[in-house]
């Protein structure tokens, strides 16, 4: 990335401001803005998230927000309620008291002397999530919002829940919260009540899986802040990003068709990261796309390209299988509207161990299979962060288990830009069972990349919110949406789907193992095809070179620890999938404090018992400066039977070596037909 170090406009920075909201609670931000704001207001853009602006987001924030203040923007990091400095507590995500929050927020920033009464939002993840939430209460001052990795689906598509299936990331994500919501503010901020603030939140604390858990279908809980529910209550342009090999890429699809506002569209290769870190890259000049879109819609500056693609996508060209990869070789494609004219629907009949041409004669076949509980052990995220590497790896080693079909050997490329959808006529021998899906690249060595998939509880095949028991035995139609991609698969490949019965550890197995005979005749494989000939609609250098303000000092003071291993024991069976992720300890330069963070992540299981699974999170963060050291532990084990999920949890805090609080949670929630 390009370190820029003149920019157009002077900026001044208020480390540490005070946004007071409706009930009294304060919010803390940091503010970049133009020196030349105090005479000549500019708009205002705000990121509004819980991870804390002091440090363990700072190196990223100063990265952006000061060059966008530098282009003449007055530039707002806040910490949500009860995260960072601010007051109060943080007890579950994207709850009205925060959406109202920031909607008090935004109105403090257009009253502000520095501010032109206009306000945009920006965010990834979290951030995303609050900016696009937001637009859809209306707040006045509300120009426009740039959103990354985001959803518009809250169970549908998030780490929760996936169709239905509960996600394993869904326990890794509590352990995230459990670990963030429980941090101190800083002494050298907020004084002598760091103590006191820091209590409120260890004694609100609670492990957030328990209360996802108890909604295991599509009901109020997930609807509230679901956008979906009404796109019509957006009102601003939305410009929307995110990368293929993340877990949110379809939102962007769905805004583009669903939205009836200005709208553009952008789908790298990139993991969980904003564009201008992408990686894998190529990662592109995100921040002066952002500053293009806030001068159109909060300035009113006309664009310099007023008829650019609504949709750009970077088509991958095929790869080996590796769970990680620096740069991923393709070209950006964009397309005029969204759904695109220039995608067709090649739907393909299956027959034994055969994806046969489009247009062919169905095949009357019966097949059946019965997965082993090992099989995806080598499935990678479902939300990939890149570190450590955490993509699929050969799916050769996952498919023994699977029922597989695959293409003739391709004679000429094709390309696929979309969702592919399968359609099965399927029965099962149990009232509850899933299907997982995956579409892969065959090399003519045999090696398979993963290319997309999709999970389908099939107790919710009719309805997400009414769910109903399977009658086994009995032949139900069923369709499967795999996640959208953009890839191109060459001549010479072969295209394999490939069907199991689980897909443990991405996602938990059902009650029991489950025996799926899938009837040929009325299955088959839609692809989503772009001719290669089809125009691309963009031309020249596309993007430009990612480029940033200079990034705050950090220094090193112990080293990182990435791992991601998949261990058997040829004795007793048992197996696990052990991943750590550790940063070291870091010091922030510009607060001299010293941060350490550590996370171990174990899913096991043992055999084929389906009622072994076993996830565990366990997270420590430590802060230091002079004499001051406080340190927090937590821990999630979620265990299962056939009828119930078991959860027990623990948190401590320290103070030096002095142990403040221990709290402990257990809770068995009963399975919702998962």
């Known amino acids: ?134 637009a859809a209460r209306k707040p006045p001052s509300l120009g426009a919002i740039c959103i990354a990795s985001f959803t518009d689906d809250r169970f549908a598509d998030d780490m929760h829940y996936m169709r239905g299936c509960l996600l394993s990331d869904n326990l890794a994500e509590s352990g995230t919260m459990f670990a963030y919501s429980t941090c101190p503010p800083d002494p050298a901020l907020v004084g002598e009540r760091w103590r006191d603030l820091w209590f409120e939140r260890l004694d609100a ?89 806030f001068d159109r819609w909060l300035k009113g500056v006309a664009p310099d390209e007023p008829d650019e693609p609504v949709l750009r996508t970077w088509m991958q060209d095929s790869v080996p299988p590796s769970t990680s990869y620096e740069q991923r070789p393709g070209r950006w494609v964009g397309e005029p509207a969204w759904p695109s004219k220039n995608i067709r629907e090649d739907v393909h009949p299956l027959a034994p161990n055969r994806i046969v041409p489009k247009d062919s004669d169905p095949v009357d076949a019966v097949l059946s299979v019965e997965s082993p509980l090992s099989l995806g052990q080598f499935a990678g995220k479902w939300c990939s962060y890149n570190a450590p590497p955490d993509l699929p790896y050969d799916q050769r080693e996952e498919d023994g ?27 099962v021998d149990r009232p509850v069972a899933t299907v997982a899906a995956r579409l892969s690249d065959v090399a003519e060595d045999g090696s398979a990349t993963r290319v997309t998939y999709g999970l389908l509880n099939l107790t919710h095949h009719e309805s997400h919110e009414e769910p109903g028991q399977l009658e086994p035995g009995r032949r139900y139609a069923v369709e499967i949406p795999l996640n959208g991609v953009a890839q191109a698969f060459p001549a010479g490949h072969r295209i394999r789907l490939s069907l199991s019965t689980s897909y443990w550890p991405l996602a938990w197995p059902p009650p029991e193992p489950v025996r799926m005979t899938v009837y040929t005749q009325g299955s088959s494989l839609a692809l989503p095809v772009r001719p290669v000939a089809a125009p691309d609609e963009v031309t020249g250098t596309v993007f430009d070179e990612p480029e940033g303000a200079p990034p705050l000092a950090t220094t090193r003071l112990t080293p990182s620890e990435y791992r991601w291993d998949v261990r058997r024991s040829m004795i007793d069976y048992s197996s696990s999938l052990d991943v750590v992720k550790d940063t070291g300890t870091i010091r922030y330069e510009d607060v001299d404090i010293e941060i350490g963070k550590r996370v171990c992540e174990r899913y096991s299981w043992t055999a084929d018992d389906f009622a072994s699974p076993r996830g565990e999170t366990r997270w420590t963060m430590t802060f230091a ?15 299962c039977t056939r009828d119930e999920f078991v959860l027990h949890a623990r948190l401590d805090a320290f103070e030096g070596d002095r142990r403040v609080r221990s709290r402990n949670w257990d809770a068995a929630v009963p399975r919702d037909l998962v």
């Not at 935004?106 to 696009?132: K, N, R, V």
């Not at 009404?230 to 962007?252: K, L």
């Open 1 to 134: 990335m390009r370190v820029v170090t003149s920019l157009p406009h002077a900026v001044t920075e208020d480390e540490h401001v005070w946004i007071p909201v409706a009930d009294g609670t304060r919010l803390a931000a940091r503010i970049w803005r133009p020196v030349s704001s105090d005479d000549e207001p500019v708009p205002a853009i705000c990121e509004y998230i819980p991870y804390r602006k002091r440090d363990l987001t700072s190196v990223r924030d100063s990265i952006a927000h000061p060059y966008l203040a530098g282009h003449g923007y007055a530039c707002v990091r806040v910490d949500i309620r009860g995260s960072g400095e601010s007051e109060g507590v943080l007890t579950d995500e994207y709850l009205e008291q925060e959406q109202r929050d920031a909607e008090d927020v935004l109105a403090w920033l257009a009253e502000q002397p520095w501010c032109d009464g206009t306000t945009g939002m920006m965010g990834i993840s979290w951030g995303g999530f609050a900016a696009l939430q937001v």
């Open 205 to 293: 604390a609670r492990p957030w899986v328990a209360e996802w858990l108890r909604h295991q279908r599509r009901d109020d809980y997930w609807r509230h802040a679901s956008v979906c529910e009404d796109y019509t209550a957006v009102q601003v342009p939305v410009f929307a990003s995110c990368g293929w090999a993340d877990g949110y890429s379809n939102a962007v699809l769905r805004l583009m068709a669903g939205l009836d506002v200005p709208r553009k569209g952008l789908i790298g290769p990139w993991s969980h990261k904003y564009p201008h870190l992408g990686v894998p890259g190529p990662a592109i000049g995100y921040l002066q796309e952002v500053v293009r879109w």
């Open 401 to 427: 288990g699977a029922m597989v079909f695959e293409t003739d050997v391709l004679t000429e490329p094709c390309e696929i830009l979309g969702a592919p959808v399968v359609r099965l006529d399927v029965s």
């Open 625 to 639: 400066r002079g004499d001051w050291s406080v340190r927090v532990e937590t821990c999630q084990v979620l265990t």
